[in-house]
């Protein structure tokens, strides 16, 4: 499950920079209030790639899922852009744990006596 929501959290820290290049536009916001924000945000993503398999990991990322989807109020793709990621981190968490369930099972069948044969 890390590998696969790690590189959702990467690919989201990559467009939270372009959407920080694209607020810098906004006449109503100044730079300072763009990349403070932005690179929060974009630091919060490096720092859940290293959390996500803690507890709250997951429940951190959705929060900022949910924070990137809000931003479209002030980059308007940013809410479609929200959107993909917030599917993409559903399916990280979802197959990530199937995945993590398999691997377990199959270090369990190599363990067991009939699998030694």
Known sequence: MRT???STLIGEFF???LAGLVAMKDPDLTMSTVWTVSGIAMFLCVLLCGLVTRPGGIQLGWALQIALILSGFFVPTM???GAVFAALWWASVHFGRKIDEAKARFAA???SPAGAS
Do not use: R, S, T, Y
């Open 15 to 17: 467009v939270i920079g």
């Open 4 to 6: 696969l929501c790690a």
């Open 109 to 111: 069948q190599g363990e």
């Open 79 to 81: 809410f479609f852009m």
